[in-house]
């Protein structure tokens, strides 16, 4: 009699799906999917990391600095060439990364 009164591991009383619902259909929303929006705050976050970047201390060291195209180490179409062009115009672009940066922060306050 008590067994019956006790759930087991593999009954509805532990599933987290809801009644009617197909079995594993809560493990398939348990994830968090991504959405454009969280695309776009990593994609924004990675062009932060790049424009803190210093080409001094860190990306001359790597060869990654913008001498290595003008001297012709590197040629601007290659993959390098083409990583150090985008860390370069990522550097100019603070001003809108600051713009950017804000404006998801106020979504994020606004919104959660």
């Not at 197909?22 to 929303?29: E, I, R």
């Not at 790597?62 to 590197?74: F, I, N, P």
């Amino acid at each position: 009699d008590e067994a019956k009164k006790r759930p087991t591991v593999g009954s509805a009383a532990h599933s987290p799906e809801a009644p009617g619902a197909a079995p594993g259909a809560a493990a398939a929303t348990t994830g968090r999917a991504m959405t454009l929006w969280t695309f776009c705050q990593s994609v924004l976050l990675t062009f932060n990391a790049f424009a803190i970047l210093n080409e001094q201390r860190f990306l001359e060291k790597c060869g990654l600095g913008q001498s290595a195209l003008t001297s012709g180490y590197v040629s601007a179409t290659s993959p390098r060439g083409q990583l150090i062009g985008l860390i370069t115009a990522t550097q100019y672009m603070r001003v809108p990364l600051v713009v950017l940066n804000a404006l998801v922060i106020f979504v994020k306050m606004v919104f959660g």
